[in-house]
């Protein structure tokens, strides 16, 4: 778990997968919260910033585990 959570906090794979949660997470705001944000509802900060944390640390998790698994490998 430590190697994973290790992987997964280097730049590369944090940029990345920053700019994904910034898409995904304006996308499920945008789907999730359309009246609050172009109508009168309220506005749940809290579902807004799951909608990009979630995606996060999905996409964090799923590059980890992908370059530890490549990286154990063995190459032809």
Request: net charge positive; glycine share 4%; with cysteine.
């Amino acid at each position: 778990m430590k190697e994973t959570l290790r992987t997964a906090a280097s730049k590369k794979i944090a940029t990345s997968s920053l700019r994904i949660a910034l898409a995904v997470g304006t996308a499920l705001n945008l789907i999730n919260q359309w009246s609050a944000i172009f109508g009168s509802a309220d506005f749940s900060w809290l579902h807004g910033l799951l909608n990009y944390l979630v995606p996060f640390c999905v996409a964090s998790y799923s590059a980890a585990r992908h370059h530890i698994a490549s990286a154990r490998e063995p190459r032809p």
